[in-house]
């Protein structure tokens, strides 16, 4: 059994907020849940390639935007799954910070971060 608290995980930088990943590849479960802060105002652009990734929001607001340019408002109680290893931007509100609870299959290592240096969506 795996029993972790908030204090014990490993927390990384992620690019945009903080990601407190409580399940990695090491673990050997096949995903990653993670208790992830994305900071208020920001805006980024992501893609998955190697993983499925599913979010659902506990605390703030933000939106979700589509690679065909449909917007979903994220909120509490809302999920969200790129079960396409989808190109999305994901933006927090101005005023608070989003944060989500995130299972990624497979696994991540653990130091995965984004790189928003260029124009493209970041990915790992």
């Known amino acids: 059994m795996i029993v972790r608290r908030l204090s014990e995980v490993k927390t990384v930088e ?28 920001t805006k980024s652009a992501l893609q998955y390639r190697a ?10 607001r933000g939106e979700v935007i589509d690679s065909e ?16 290893r989808d190109a999305h931007y994901l933006i ?5 910070d989003l944060r989500l609870v995130c299972v990624f299959a497979p696994a991540l290592r653990g130091d995965e971060r984004h790189n928003f240096d260029n124009d493209e969506h970041s990915q790992y």
Request: charged residues 20%.
């Open 14 to 41: 992620w690019g945009n907020g903080l990601s407190r990943r409580f399940l990695l590849e090491a673990d050997g479960m096949g995903y990653t849940i993670t208790d992830t802060i994305v900071r208020a105002g």
């Open 51 to 60: 993983h499925l990734e599913a979010c659902y929001c506990i605390e703030g």
């Open 69 to 84: 340019n449909n917007s979903y408002v994220i909120e509490p109680g809302t999920m969200y799954a790129l079960d396409q």
């Open 92 to 96: 927090a509100d101005p005023d608070q």
